[in-house]
């Protein structure tokens, strides 16, 4: 068996073309979540929220480390996050991901699984999945919202999501 490399987080540099192709990548992807979601393929929707989001959080996780902390999963950015944030507006944000991926977790890898004593229908393991694409839509929107506007403040390159990778999006930014 062959070693894994470490592959790196591609990191945006002036006229290097990183951020548009990250920006056209956000936009198709959130345009798929929009029709996974409205076809009812809400596990293809929660599995691309989790791409963006990742991505999002080893953006984030890169620029309070000081490394590229590309490729990772997002209990181990999460982590990263909470010992490393210090504005109070992304630590709400961050235990609301940390929630989300619990739920995407018993969805995506559990979705067929049940304990001893307990006979779910489809029925009822599908049901929440609405929801659990609604939720990761909020609190994508919500991350994103705080961290264009510290970027901002602190006069930092844009975020890839500028100047609108979700559409008008806004109405899920509801904390």
């Known amino acids: 068996m062959r070693a894994k490399t470490k592959r790196e987080r591609a990191i945006a540099i002036p006229h290097a073309g990183v951020g548009m192709t990250r920006y056209q990548l956000y936009r198709k992807a959130w345009g798929r979540v929009e029709s996974a979601t409205e076809a009812g393929y809400y596990l293809e929707a929660i599995t691309l929220l989790e791409s963006i989001l990742t991505d999002r959080l080893e953006s984030r996780a890169s620029y309070l480390t000081g490394r590229n902390e590309g490729y990772q999963n997002l209990g181990p950015l999460i982590h990263t996050l909470q ?7 992304f630590r709400p944000i961050i235990d609301r991901i940390d929630a989300w991926r619990e739920r995407r977790n018993e ?3 559990e979705i067929v699984k049940f304990q001893r004593g307990e006979r779910p229908t489809w029925e009822e393991k599908v049901g929440p999945l609405p929801q659990i694409v609604r939720e990761g839509k ?7 919202a705080v961290d264009k506007r510290e970027r901002r403040n602190n006069g930092a390159r844009p975020a890839a999501t500028e100047p609108a990778a979700f559409g008008d999006a806004r109405h899920e930014q509801v904390t």
């Open 138 to 144: 909020k609190v994508l929107c919500a991350f994103d």
């Open 83 to 89: 010992q490393h944030e210090s504005i109070a507006d």
């Open 107 to 109: 969805a995506l890898h």
